[in-house]
């Protein structure tokens, strides 16, 4: 059996539904959003309840060091785990779908199974990955990164929140709230992981489509750039002897937008922050300083298009002093082999619209696929829009989501040597 | 006489320096600069030592009320003064000359006049106009304006800092500091008025000049621009379809740089603020705020490029909403007739070296124009720096500007119907 067609486990979009309500209403904002930073009170409640319901079918609940929480359906082999999830915490004006979703999606895909009352041969895990958004606890930090050792446990449990509580106390508290969860080993192996998530971006709504297979989360680099000229009154200095730092700036990024101008649309180019100094009507700005964000899934272009930006911007300063710092650089984490391999399967096999994209935002299967085969379903969501309290989706994208996720890990449990 | 020359009154450079240096010491910050916000106490401070100084000499003193100070030499004649002055109030970051430099030179004309023991037909008067900064009150607002009845004088005495001082009850307190103050009528008539001030900009001392005659206050039209697009994922939105507002403001920002080309570079063009929000690294850019100050001697330059400021920010915009919308005008003051005439025939007959030029910032005698002939007397600064704690002069230009003051009074005496 190679494509796990034979076991079919259908999920239920209403039960489904009615969860994304239910926890829409922990750190619900007035605005029609959610607010549930890592491990808060709603956060911990929201992790009770999913706890609960994987207790009340006899699931196991799994909490590690620090706080990843793993809802297991036992398999026929004691074998590591074909793993699903995402994580429950959102920005502080965020939405009732991004992280959440995909939780949702993978214990609706374990339940579903356990409805049809499929012997698998693997265990089944629904997995939450602590503090994704890094919102509350800095240094900003992903549970997922933790788990497979790419950031060291014991400084992040270290990490406070603005009221000086630290996460190590935090997951104390979560515990406390599932005293039936036993404990887990970081980086305990898996044997595959997808990730459910709405897309995030509008290319899926505007062609259509009912799934995004997801390629890679592309790479990326981030620069600050500040332009030091000399601040002057507006009213008396004349041009010749202005050295204008908002002049100069905005040379700069029209210079940069021209430079990475893609007439496929593939590279992504953001100035996000950009801050003029005294910035006061009449006084001529002394400085400027300002971020660049650039996204390609291919780190050859990310690599070559990046390294003239420094140039790039000394060229096109006409009088004053630039100075160009790269603050982030990370390559394009492809997703490929088995797992996007069964996402496809899946997709074709219930006769969805689909098409292959990269991610241009991070997710926890980008650490996860350090241990593990890994991939990612993208659902369509309504403009794109995220980080938003209107995040928006539909129920019936929503369900198709988390039926490719049963599918795939059913098609993964066959697969899988 | 046409000329005044045959009444010789040398200024004493050294006590006229002494005084800029005591005055320095009223506010005086770490950086060698000077904070003296409207009436508080360092500048009571120095508006008692100003008045002690003219009743040492039996000067009398007035307050207005709105704490404009006169301090009048009598003439033979019971007429209108003529009189010179600026004020003595700062920036928060302020120097040591803007202002208080224009006072200390009409007090030392009139000391000067004093000492070589001409009597003239008219009163001489040393003014210190209230509040010019307007930092500490708002509505911002100038002694000159509400002694002219360009501003309401009770509004103005309404007025409270921070603290919820009110300018009534400040005015009380210089009051009291200078008891020996008599009244003085608001807008009781002066026959002429003479303002010397550090010019606030380059060119006299990059020209190697000593004096600069104003030959107007160039008019100004203030605009604010409002961009606005959509909040966007910086890495999952492609560019097709992003409403960038940063984009669009900096398209904008291009478009009216080339429309105020100036090769003459009279035209003063300025974008001072510009606020991008929420102003975060991975955000596309949702909304820009961004003020345009415009200014120019020639009204009907400036009524026809300001003009074109919103149709070419509409044209420039591509995809995002634009308004525009101003928010102050004023026409270009002009200083004509007997003030600049016989600061000419002043600066002739000492054979200084001189140019006309107009004034980029506003001053006092801006709106005292409007109650009788005025014109001001420019010395240079160092590099043009000023509302800057590194403000700075020569005392040998300082004293040129002041003997200027002192020889024009005298001319205007002699000129004066």
New interface residues.
């Given amino acids: 059996m190679a494509n796990g067609g034979d076991r079919r486990a259908d999920v239920d979009g209403d039960r489904l539904w009615r969860r994304h309500t239910e926890m829409a209403e922990l750190g619900a904002t007035q605005k029609g959003g959610v607010n549930r930073a890592a491990l808060t009170p709603a956060d911990v409640e929201a992790r009770a309840r999913l706890a609960g319901w994987a207790r009340d079918r006899g699931f196991t609940v799994e909490i590690d060091a620090y706080g990843n929480q793993f809802m297991r359906r036992p398999g026929a082999a004691d074998a590591p785990a074909i793993a699903s999830g995402s994580h429950s915490d959102t920005q502080p004006t965020g939405g009732r779908f991004d992280g959440i979703s995909g939780v949702l999606s993978a214990v609706e895909a374990l339940e579903a199974i356990d409805d049809a009352g499929i012997v698998t041969d693997r265990p089944l895990e629904a997995v939450i990955w602590n503090n994704e958004e890094g919102t509350r606890f800095s240094p900003t930090n992903l549970g997922s990164a933790v788990y497979v050792g790419a950031a060291p446990v014991d400084v992040m449990l270290a990490a406070t929140d603005r009221d000086g509580v630290t996460m190590r106390s935090a997951v104390q508290t979560l515990r406390e709230a599932v005293p039936w969860a036993g404990p887990r080993e970081l980086g305990a192996p898996m044997a595959a992981f997808v990730e459910s998530h709405i897309?995030?971006?509008?290319?899926l709504e505007?062609e259509g489509l009912d799934i995004g297979i997801v390629t890679a989360i592309?790479g990326?680099r981030?620069l600050d750039v500040e332009v030091v000229g000399d601040?002057?009154?507006?009213?008396?200095?004349?041009?010749?002897?202005r050295r204008?730092a908002?002049?100069d700036a905005?040379r700069i990024?029209?210079a940069l937008?021209e430079l990475f101008h893609?007439p496929d649309?593939i590279?992504?180019?953001?100035?996000?922050?950009?801050?003029?100094s005294p910035?006061?009507?009449?006084?001529?700005?002394g400085r400027v300083f300002f971020?660049v964000?650039i996204?390609h899934p291919d780190n050859a272009t990310l690599a070559r298009l990046g390294d003239r930006i420094e140039p790039v911007c000394r060229r096109a300063a006409s009088r004053c002093d630039v100075r160009v710092a790269e603050t982030r650089r990370a390559d394009s984490t492809p997703f490929e082999g088995a797992v996007p391999e069964a996402i496809e399967t899946a997709v074709r096999e219930r006769g969805y619209s689909y098409k292959h994209m990269p991610?241009?935002?991070?997710h926890d299967a980008r650490y996860v696929s350090e241990i593990c085969p890994s991939g990612m379903v993208f659902v369509p969501c309504e403009r794109?829009?995220?980080?938003?309290e209107r995040e928006n989706a539909t129920p019936e994208d929503i369900a198709r989501g988390a039926q490719i996720v049963a599918d795939t890990l059913l098609i993964l449990d066959e697969r899988l040597p």
């Fill in positions: 897309e995030q971006g509008p290319e505007a592309q990326t981030k601040e002057a009154h507006a009213g008396t200095t004349p041009e010749r002897m204008d908002f002049v905005v990024a029209t937008r893609d649309d590279m992504r180019f953001t100035i996000g922050r950009f801050e003029v910035g006061a009507l009449a006084v001529v700005p971020t964000d996204r991610s241009g935002a991070g794109g829009l995220s980080h938003n």
